[in-house]
């Protein structure tokens, strides 16, 4: 039996966005009226310039491989979910097809300090193959690099929804803001109760229904029974992953929310040759170090649409396993 994540094998989508017409003159809609705070973090000339740089970074980085080259343009979460898939491309000896961003809108913050950050909503792909991106670049102080810092697959036009001041720049919305259904640094938690131990958890009820919320968990109890009657135990438990939580209020006074996710993954087998290492692991560790036992950690990047009131709907996600150990 091959062992792997469970999560990325039975919920579909995630390389599979819906796409929608999108511009770079949204229209314009201020949620947070008074006189604005702060300075735009950049132009949008600049950030153009930003997302073309990264681009190529990108580009030279699946071409050699090189996770060296990933540094440049990337920043945690995103540099270790990557590096991993750089891993796997590597050792099946597949280059990553190259990058080219499509009809990019750019939503940039007005901020009172560092890191500098802004979000941009872009296409890779043409027809079938289109894939949505809800990226995040930060800047960790003056005169560092713009780096991407993360990049869940929205399957909706979440970033459209962010509102717009007279100038074209966006609010930035606090992780402790208390206007929201649910406050932006609560989320991880209430999530990754949910995904651990059901909607019966604490905080569960903070989040709707649906494909990456309750339907996520019920897949991830399937797998462990299909898994047990192959011989295998699989525990799973996922935690608030410690970055910082970035949001943008929404023409509704709600808020789009950018936060990460860390599932532990434990595998074993009282027999040998139950399990390999294979699917979304190849790369992280030797395909016969897994005797009897395997850990695994993963990443799970959230974009999640918050209202003033109801529950929380998650928009967007990317998963990857970042190390794996087999014994």
């Known amino acids: 039996m091959a062992a792997r994540t469970f999560v990325s094998m039975l919920i579909p989508g995630l390389l599979a966005a819906a796409v929608s ?10 949620a947070a009226p008074g006189k604005p ?8 000339e600049q950030a153009q310039q930003v997302l073309a740089s990264f681009t190529a970074g990108m580009n030279r980085a699946g071409h050699r491989f090189s996770g060296r080259t990933l540094r440049t343009v990337e920043a945690d979460p995103q540099l270790s979910m990557d590096v991993a898939a750089l ?5 099946v000896r597949q280059r990553p097809p190259k990058v080219a961003f499509t009809r990019p809108t750019f939503y940039i913050p007005r901020l009172t300090g560092y890191p500098h950050w802004f979000a941009a909503d872009a296409v890779t792909g043409q027809g079938k193959r289109a894939l949505r991106h809800a990226l995040l670049f930060t800047q960790a102080g003056q005169g560092a690099p713009w780096l991407l810092t993360a990049d869940p697959y929205p399957s909706e036009l979440a970033l459209g929804r962010i509102a717009l001041d007279p100038q074209g720049y966006a609010t930035p919305v606090a992780p402790d803001v ?6 932006p640094a609560k989320l991880a938690q209430a999530h990754a ?15 709707a ?12 109890k399937e797998g462990e029974k299909s898994l047990a009657a192959r011989g295998v135990t699989l525990s799973s438990r996922f935690s608030p992953a410690q970055y910082k939580v970035y949001g943008l209020r929404t023409k509704d006074r709600g808020a789009v929310v950018w936060y990460v996710l860390k599932q ?24 016969a170090s897994a005797r009897t036992r395997l850990d ?25 396993a970042v190390t794996a150990q087999g014994s």
Do not use: F, H, W
């Open 21 to 30: 017409t999108g511009c770079s003159g949204s229209t314009s809609s201020s």
């Open 37 to 44: 705070q702060g300075a735009p973090a950049l132009t949008k």
């Open 87 to 91: 891993k796997l491309r590597r050792a």
């Open 178 to 183: 208390k206007d929201l259904a649910v406050q």
């Open 193 to 207: 109760a949910l995904l651990t131990d059901g909607p019966g958890a604490p905080g569960a009820a903070l989040l």
């Open 209 to 220: 229904e649906g494909a990456r919320t309750t339907e996520t968990y019920k897949a991830l």
């Open 264 to 287: 532990n993954e434990a595998y074993s087998a009282a027999r040998r040759g139950r399990m390999t290492v294979s699917g979304d692991l190849v790369g992280l560790a030797p395909p």
């Open 296 to 320: 695994t950690i993963v990443l799970v990047q959230y974009l999640a649409s918050v209202p003033p009131k109801g529950r929380a709907t998650i928009s967007g996600m990317y998963r990857k």
